[in-house]
């Protein structure tokens, strides 16, 4: 495997990443044609899948798995460690974006920590 895969992989998975989150953020749950559709037809599946990602977001689903699997990265040397410490970046930035915020930065530095080290 080239050493620059995993460069190239970050620097390509990342803005996806964001764009993904902000526009899962504006585009469905902030929307107000949803809040109104959601409010009125709860049994579709598109505002059944809108109250799940509530929930998730309710229970900060997403940056307790961000901190845990960037922890798990910090710790955990080589590649193994490396890849995990970039699924935690890849699960916190949407954590940052989708509300939980709070948590979500102590698994974004930590991931970008282990991202930098040798």
């Known amino acids: 495997m080239s050493s620059r895969l995993p460069l190239l ?3 390509i998975l990342l803005p996806l990443c964001v764009a993904a989150s902000y526009g899962l953020r504006f585009a469905f749950m902030e929307d107000g044609q949803w809040v109104g559709l959601c ?6 599946w598109e505002c059944q899948l809108r109250a799940g990602l509530g929930l998730m977001i ?3 689903l997403l940056a307790w798995s961000a901190l ?3 922890l798990a990265g910090f710790l955990l040397p080589g590649r193994a460690g490396w890849w995990l410490a970039f699924a935690g970046l890849c699960l916190g930035i949407p954590a940052l974006v989708l509300y939980t915020a709070s948590l979500a930065v102590f698994a974004v530095v930590v991931a970008g920590l282990r991202l930098v080290r040798r």
């Open 58 to 60: 309710h229970f900060r």
């Open 39 to 44: 409010a009125e037809q709860a049994q579709r």
């Open 68 to 70: 845990v699997t960037a």
């Open 9 to 11: 992989a970050l620097l």
